[in-house]
C-alpha cells in the first residue's frame, strides 16, 4: 500500500478540517505524514489550530477509513491527486480554497491547453439545447475541453454533444465515485471516461448531498479558462457557479434571451451587472479569448529573447512550458511575490514578448 497516499487522503477524513487548514498543516508540518506523527503541542503551536482540532488529529481513527479509500481506488482505475501533485488541475491548485485531494476516473489531461465550462438550468428550453449544442460544435475546432456537472438539463447536453464529436468531456460529481447521480446519466458517464471522465472531491462512500453541490460549482468555476452560462433563472446553482468564476477572474459568458424570460433571468442579470459578456455564438467566446486554431499557432515563430534581466529569463522560461500561464501559477512556480510577477510581466510586455490574454493569463508572442 502507498503510505504517502494513506495519509494524504487520511487528512481530508479528519473532523472539521476542510481545504485551507489541512493545506496549512501541511504547510507548516513538511508533509502529510508529518501531521499525523506531530505531537498535541505541535499541533496547537501552528496557526489556527486550537485544541479541538488537535485532539481530532491525534485521536480519530481516520488511517483506517483511509486504507478502505485506497482499496476502492486501486480497483476501480481511479486516479488520486494531491493538490500538490503535478496532474493536479493547475488553474485550481493556486485557489485557497481548492479542494485537498481530487479523485479522477478518465483518460483526459486535467491541465488542458484550453477549457470550457457549459453550465445552465435542469429544465432547458429546446432553444436553450439547441444554442448549447451549437456553441460545442463550434468550438469543437478550438481543440477544447468541455467541463459541466452531469446534472439534467444544460449539463448533460453539453456532455453528450461533446461525446458525439470526439470533444473530451469531464462531469465534476457532487458525490463519491461509487455511483452516478443522477442514475440516468451512467451510460453517458460511461462515455465519458472513454475519452475525457469524471472527477470529484469526495470520497466513495459520500453520498449526493445537499451541500456538495455548492461545493462542486467551486471545482467547475475555477478549472476553466471561460464559463459560459446557457440559460438559467436568477436564482440557482447555475449563478452561485458565475459569481465565483468572477472571483476566480475566470471570463464568464451568458446566452442573452427575451425581456421577463424567466428562463433567460440570469444570463440577462449577469450581463446587465457587467459580470459577463453577452455571447450569441462561439465566436464571440473565440474573439475575447484571443484563441487561434492550432495550426495558426504552429505557424509563428517564437522571438530570441537577450538582454533580459534573471527574474524577467524565469518568467519567459515558465511561459516557454505552456501555451497560456495565469499570473497565480507564475507567482507559484516562480516563487516570487504576485506584485513582483506583475511588474516583471508589464516589462515584458512593453518589450513586446508577451501578449495579455483575458482572466489575467499570458503568452509568448
Not at 466513495?204 to 446557457?230: K, S, T, W
Request: charged share 25%; hydrophobic share 40%.
Amino acid at each position: 500500500m502507498n503510505n504517502d497516499l494513506l495519509y494524504k487522503i487520511a487528512i481530508t477524513k479528519i473532523p472539521k478540517v476542510g481545504a485551507i487548514t489541512a493545506k496549512n498543516l501541511v504547510s507548516y508540518c513538511g508533509g502529510a505524514k508529518a501531521v499525523f506523527e506531530a505531537s498535541q503541542k505541535e499541533l496547537i503551536s501552528i496557526p489556527g489550530i486550537g485544541r479541538t482540532l488537535a485532539e481530532n488529529i491525534r485521536h480519530y481513527n481516520v488511517l483506517e477509513e483511509a486504507e478502505k479509500e485506497i482499496e476502492f481506488i486501486e480497483n476501480n482505475n481511479i486516479q488520486c491527486l494531491f493538490y500538490t501533485d503535478e496532474k493536479y488541475p493547475h488553474r485550481l491548485k493556486y485557489f485557497n480554497d481548492s479542494p485537498v485531494i481530487l479523485y479522477f476516473k478518465g483518460k483526459t489531461d486535467l491541465n488542458h491547453d484550453r477549457i470550457v465550462s457549459i453550465i445552465g438550468t435542469r429544465t432547458p428550453t429546446p432553444q436553450g439545447k439547441i444554442i448549447c449544442e451549437e456553441i460545442i460544435a463550434e468550438l469543437q475546432k478550438y481543440n477544447v475541453l468541455v467541463i459541466s456537472g452531469l446534472a439534467y438539463g444544460i449539463d448533460v447536453t453539453a456532455h453528450r454533444k461533446s461525446i458525439s464529436l470526439n470533444i473530451p468531456t469531464v462531469g465534476v460529481l457532487g458525490h463519491g465515485l461509487s455511483m452516478i447521480y443522477p442514475h440516468e446519466h451512467k451510460g453517458v458517464s460511461e462515455n465519458m471516461i472513454k475519452n475525457g471522465g469524471v472527477l470529484t472531491e469526495f470520497t466513495y462512500q459520500q453520498g449526493p448531498e445537499r451541500e456538495h453541490f455548492p461545493m462542486r460549482n467551486r471545482i467547475v468555476a475555477g478549472m476553466c479558462d471561460a464559463l459560459i452560462v446557457v440559460e438559467t433563472k436568477e436564482r440557482g446553482g447555475s449563478m452561485i457557479t458565475a459569481e465565483l468564476a468572477n472571483g476566480y477572474n475566470k471570463n464568464v459568458f451568458a446566452v442573452p434571451g427575451r425581456a421577463r424570460d424567466k428562463k433567460f433571468g440570469g444570463g440577462n442579470l449577469l450581463i446587465k451587472d457587467h459580470k459577463a459578456q453577452l455571447v450569441e455564438c462561439a465566436d464571440d467566446v473565440i474573439g475575447i479569448m484571443g484563441w487561434k486554431l492550432f495550426e495558426e499557432n504552429r505557424n509563428i515563430q517564437k522571438q530570441l529573447f537577450v538582454e533580459l534581466s534573471e527574474r524577467e529569463q524565469v518568467v519567459i522560461e515558465i511561459l516557454k512550458t505552456e501555451n497560456e500561464v495565469a499570473i497565480d501559477k507564475l507567482s507559484y512556480v516562480s516563487k516570487l511575490q504576485p506584485s513582483e510577477v506583475s511588474s516583471l510581466l508589464l516589462e515584458l510586455e512593453f518589450k513586446g514578448m508577451i501578449k495579455t490574454l483575458p482572466g489575467k493569463r499570458y503568452m509568448l508572442v
